[in-house]
């Protein structure tokens, strides 16, 4: 029971990740079913360990909450972060942040090197970064995965935002069968 709910979550995971990077995104809904699937497998382990759970993601919540409030994190973030450490042990959460912050060390090294490969825009310059969605992501007469690698090799010439919610997805599945011992 515990390791389909692991698997499910980690659909769920995938999923909110590949949505970040196609439309920079995190439905509402994948992490209500996310934070869902967390809550049900800490209340199996009994009231204490759903308390203590509880605090832990409101901990991280705050944490994150200021980071959004200056720019640096988006809302969709927030979310899948929160939704994922309701399914852990309040240890698990410390462990998420730490793998996620390796998971986007990595994400942004892709990036620096897939940016050297994607030739820059005219007029492209360090500074805000550019609207996340471009105008022809919405063509819906090629293939999804097209306009996907279309839409991202556009914001890594105007140095758009990270998919950062890839990171979050990465480093809660890692977590979370790390904790389920799975």
């Known amino acids: 029971m515990i390791t389909i709910a692991a698997v499910a979550a980690a659909l769920l995971l995938a999923l909110a990740a590949w949505r970040d990077v196609a439309t920079r995104i995190i439905p509402d809904g994948l992490c209500a079913a996310i934070a869902l699937l967390g809550v049900a497998l800490r209340l199996g382990e009994g ?21 959004a409030m200056l720019g640096l994190m988006g809302g969709g973030d927030l979310k899948l972060a929160t939704a994922i450490a309701l399914g852990l042990p309040p240890l698990g959460v410390y462990q998420l942040v730490v793998a996620t912050a390796l998971a986007g060390g990595v994400l942004a090294l892709l990036y620096v090197m897939l940016a050297r490969v994607v030739r820059p825009a005219a007029g492209a310059r360090a500074g ?13 007469d090629a293939p999804l995965l097209r306009r996907v690698l279309a839409a991202e090799a556009w914001r890594l010439r105007r140095r758009g935002p990270l998919p950062y919610g890839v990171a979050i997805a990465a480093g809660g599945t890692l977590v979370l069968f790390r904790s389920l011992g799975t």
């Open 47 to 67: 009231l204490p360990a759903l308390l203590a759970t509880l605090a832990a993601a409101a901990a991280l919540f705050l944490g994150l909450l200021l980071l």
């Open 128 to 140: 805000p970064p550019a609207p996340a969605t471009p105008p022809t992501a919405r063509r819906r």
